[in-house]
C-alpha cells in the first residue's frame, strides 16, 4: 500500500515540477510571436501619417525602443509581480480589468456549449455503439464527421440566418437587453448570479439570450465526444463483464447505460476537461459571429489593433490555464487509474 502511495505521490511532483517550465514555455512563445509578426502598435495606435517624434516618444513609452532582450526581461519581470500589464489602446485599461470584465462571459458559454456537446455526443455515441454495423452506426459516424469539420462561423452565421433573422426565435449578438438591467453579483455569470437573488426572469432571458450561441459551439464539438464514446462503449460491450451481466438476463438498456458507459466514459472526462480549458480562448469564432462580449472576442479586437500588452497577457492567461488544467487531469487521472503511476 505504501507503494501506491509513494508513486502517486512522486507522479503528482513530478507533474506540479512541470508546471512553472510549461507556463514560462509559453509565455516566451508569446513574447517571440508578437515581435515576430508584421506590423507595428505604434502605426496601430497612431495611424501611419503620425508625426515621427509622436511615434519614436511612444515607441519609448512602451519600451519597444529597447533591445529584444531587454523587453524580455521587462516583460519577465512584470509577469514575476502577476503585472500582465495595460491596454494601448484602452487608455491604460489592466490586463486583469479586461479579463474581470469579459472572462464571465466566457465561462458561462463554455460552460453551455460543454453541457450541450457532452449531453449531444455521449447520446448519439451511446445509440450507435449498442447498434453496431447498422444504418444508425453509419449516422453516428457521419455525425461525428459533419460536426468536426463545419466550419464555426459558418454554421453560427445559418443557424442565425434560420432561427433569429428568419423565425425570429432568438436575439441576435447581445448577452442581456440593452433597455433592461443585467443580474448583478458577485460571479459575472448571469446565469448563476440570477439564480443567487432567486430572479427566475433574469435568469429565462439570460438562458435565451445564450441559447443560440451555446447550441452553435455545443453542436460542432459534440462530434469529438460521439467518437469516443462510440469507440469505448463498443469495446467495453465486448468485454467479459458484459457478456457476463448477458448471460445472467439483465436487460440491454441496463447493461449499457450502468455498467458498460460508466467504463467508457472514463477518456471522456480526460478529453472533457481538456476541451473546457481549451475552449476559454478558443471560442473566439462563435463570440465574434454572435459578437458576444466575452474575452476570445476582446482578444480578437486587441489582436485587430496590434495591442502587444493585451494580446501578450491574455494568450499567457489563457495558456497557463491550459497547462494548470492538463496537469490536473493528468493527477486526477493517476489517482483514478493507477497503471499511470508506473
Known sequence: MSSRANALRYYVLSRLMLAPLMIWTITTV????????????????????????????????????QPLF????????????????????????????????????????TICGLTVAAIVGI?????????????????????????????????????????????????????????????????????????????????????????????????LIS?????????NLKQTLRADYVEAARARGIPEFRIITVHALKNALIPVITILGLTFASLLGGTVLTEVTFSWPGLANRFFEAISQRDYEVVQGLMTFFGTIVALVSIAIDILNAYVDPRIRY
Open 30 to 65: 508569446v513574447f517571440l510571436l508578437m515581435r515576430a509578426t508584421p506590423g507595428d502598435p505604434v502605426d496601430a495606435l497612431l495611424g501611419p501619417r503620425a508625426p515621427i517624434e509622436a511615434k519614436e516618444a511612444l515607441r519609448s513609452q512602451l519600451g519597444l525602443d
Open 123 to 219: 447520446t448519439v455515441g451511446s445509440i450507435a455503439a449498442s447498434r453496431p454495423n447498422t444504418p444508425i452506426d453509419a449516422g453516428g459516424r457521419l455525425f461525428g464527421i459533419l460536426t468536426y469539420a463545419t466550419p464555426m462561423y459558418w454554421f453560427g452565421m445559418i443557424l442565425q440566418l434560420v432561427f433569429a433573422v428568419k423565425l425570429r426565435w432568438f436575439p441576435i449578438g447581445t448577452r442581456f437587453p440593452l433597455i433592461q438591467t443585467p443580474p448583478d453579483g458577485p460571479t459575472g455569470l448571469y446565469l448563476l448570479d440570477s439564480l443567487l437573488h432567486g430572479n427566475l426572469s433574469q435568469f429565462g432571458t439570460s438562458l435565451y439570450h445564450l441559447a443560440l450561441p451555446s447550441l452553435t459551439l455545443g453542436i
Open 70 to 109: 531587454f523587453q524580455y526581461l521587462d516583460y519577465l519581470g512584470h509577469l514575476l509581480r502577476f503585472d500582465l500589464g495595460s491596454s494601448i489602446a484602452s487608455q491604460g485599461q489592466t490586463v486583469w480589468q479586461i479579463i474581470g470584465d469579459h472572462f464571465p462571459a466566457t465561462v458561462e458559454l
Open 223 to 231: 462530434g469529438v465526444f460521439e467518437r469516443m464514446v462510440r469507440v
